[in-house]
């Protein structure tokens, strides 16, 4: 079993920054693959980006390619999100994922366990 909290979210103007973090519980979380999704209101989740369970590998959709960046402290079980240039179109609850396989995109409904989310939004 494998718990998963984010923090980091909030209010930001259109090209700021921030950082989104994954805390993961459990011992084990380094074999675990993670991933960030988002959600705007009236949309379906999308993937943002995933990396495997040593972060070797990742994966960006291409609305964030070169502006954001994920990575992962497998000794601080944590998953973590820099968004960056941030536009009005970034805004959405972000959520935190994890799943034991790994592939560059996976759907959601493939993830075994789920932060609770936390809202971004950009705004001017």
């Known amino acids: 079993q494998v718990q998963l909290v984010e923090s980091g979210g909030g209010l930001v103007p259109p090209g700021g920054s921030l950082r989104l973090s994954c805390a993961a519980s459990?011992?084990?979380?380094?074999?675990?693959?993670a991933g960030w999704f988002r959600q705007a209101p009236g949309k379906e989740r999308e993937v943002v980006a995933t990396?495997?369970?040593?972060?070797?590998?990742?994966y960006y959709a291409d609305s964030v390619k070169g502006r954001f960046t994920i990575s992962r402290d497998n000794a601080k079980n944590t998953v973590y999100l820099k968004m960056n240039s941030l536009k009005p179109e970034d805004t959405a609850v972000y959520y935190c994922?994890?799943?034991?396989?790994?592939?560059?995109?996976?759907?959601?409904?493939?993830?075994?366990?789920w932060g609770q989310g936390t809202q971004v939004t950009v705004t001017s």
């Open positions: 994922a994890a799943d034991l396989g790994w592939s560059p995109v996976k759907l959601p409904n493939e993830y075994d366990y």
């Open positions: 459990g011992r084990t979380f380094s074999r675990y693959a």
């Open positions: 990396i495997n369970w040593s972060g070797g590998s990742t």
